[in-house]
């Protein structure tokens, strides 16, 4: 009941239960013409006027039920005196739904009732319908308002909930939707600079090496060439230096292999387990490919975390030689990779297998997947490993 917490419709209901309550004790006091009647109109009129005062009624279940109590002995005391004190059972109807846990309203509810039409008896008033049905209709108007209303405020609250709920989530699926926007289009000028100005330096520093080598001794175009290869090679590493500030942060504090390692934590409590291993000698690889092997492996992971149902996964990165091979393999459901049909990009966000397949195949590799329905699945990527200065800068 504190008016702090009220809404205009509320405290405009507050309002009309105040003067209802004024009036019908001013009419019992009127009507009495007892001495006895008046005062106990009076000290009724003083217990109600002191909850909604009392900072204690407000704040405390307890105090507010103690309150009730001495009000309705007062009230009862008047019914004693006056049957004009009857009238004065609607308002607290009103008071005990409101106050009191719908197990305890509903029968104080009764027993006001009952004690009204007690009441009215008691002061040799004819019997008639009206004596019985006055009291209980007006408390089933009661119960039916406040039980109402008290509906219709649960809803409310569940659909303001429901309400704030869609508009965070929408804030974090738009957060999400530009966090992805972003590291995509890292990955994509992280591509077309390896792809176009950094090849093509690579490509002017070759040339001007052959240019260098077939120069006459002495020739005063060597420093030019010398000067014009040294600035290709100085924006050629600017090039790898761009290259990898564009590249995912999951590998800029680290390795392929660690980020590889990293990911074998996010499968969650009731995910796989999941191990990882290196086998062979690790070499440094170009930016692409560990772009292309760790998205592989990611999407991979997801796939056998969402939809293989397996207890146990694993992730090898393989240096053979002239290659690097990443296998992801787990013991799940499986399936037949033949029946598969999706586009490049599958419908929870993640790359489909034709998607990894383009990644893989863009950098001259190759993507197998061998799985059956109960015998688990295995993803493998192999890439050649790219041979010459041109592939090992870049």
């Not at 507050?14 to 109109?41: E, K």
């Not at 990955?187 to 077309?192: D, G, H, I, K, M």
């Not at 598969?340 to 998607?355: E, H, K, N, Q, W």
């Amino acid at each position: 009941m504190d008016p702090r917490h009220l809404t205009p419709a509320l405290r405009a209901l507050r309002l009309c239960l105040h003067l209802l309550m004024a009036g019908l004790l001013v009419l019992a006091a009127l009507r009495s013409h007892t001495t006895a009647g008046v005062a106990a109109s009076v000290v009724t009129g003083v217990v109600y006027a002191a909850g909604s005062f009392l900072p204690a009624v407000r704040e405390s279940q307890r105090a507010a039920a103690v309150w009730l109590g001495t009000l309705c002995l007062a009230w009862l005391v008047l019914l004693w005196v006056t049957p004009e004190g009857l009238w004065i059972a609607f308002p607290l109807y009103f008071l005990q739904l409101h106050l009191l846990p719908v197990r305890w309203s509903l029968p104080a509810v009764g027993l006001t009732a009952g004690a009204a039409i007690l009441s009215y008896v008691r002061h040799g008033a004819a019997l008639n319908p009206g004596v019985f049905i006055g009291p209980l209709l007006g408390a089933a108007v009661a119960v039916a308002t406040v039980l109402g209303y008290q509906a219709l405020y649960r809803e409310s609250e569940r659909r303001r909930r429901m309400v704030e709920e869609l508009i965070a989530t929408r804030a974090e699926l738009a957060a999400a939707e530009r966090h992805a926007g972003t590291l995509a289009e890292r990955e994509r000028l992280a591509r077309e600079i390896h792809d176009t100005l950094a090849q093509g330096l690579s490509s002017i520093q070759l040339l001007l090496r052959a240019a260098e080598r077939a120069l006459p001794e002495g020739s005063p175009a060597a420093g030019h060439i010398e000067a014009a290869r040294r600035a290709a090679q100085d924006n050629l590493a600017e090039a790898r230096r761009f290259v990898r500030a564009l590249a995912p942060p999951d590998l800029e504090h680290g390795s392929l292999a660690g980020a590889l390692e990293r990911l074998c934590g996010t499968a969650g409590p009731d995910g796989p387990r999941v191990r990882f291993s290196v086998s062979g000698t690790p070499v440094e690889l170009p930016t692409p490919y560990e772009v292309a092997l760790l998205r592989i492996a990611q999407s991979a992971l997801a796939n056998t975390v969402r939809h293989a149902s397996a207890s146990r996964a694993g992730i090898t990165l393989s240096f053979m030689g002239g290659s690097v091979t990443l296998d992801v393999v787990d013991d799940g459901k499986g399936f037949d990779p033949g029946a598969v049909v999706r586009p490049s990009s599958s419908a929870d966000g993640g790359f489909g297998l034709p998607a990894m397949r383009s990644r893989a195949e863009s950098l001259g590799g190759s993507f197998t997947v061998e799985s059956a329905p109960g015998q688990g699945t295995a993803v493998a990527v192999s890439l050649p490993l790219p041979t010459g200065p041109t592939g090992a800068d870049v």
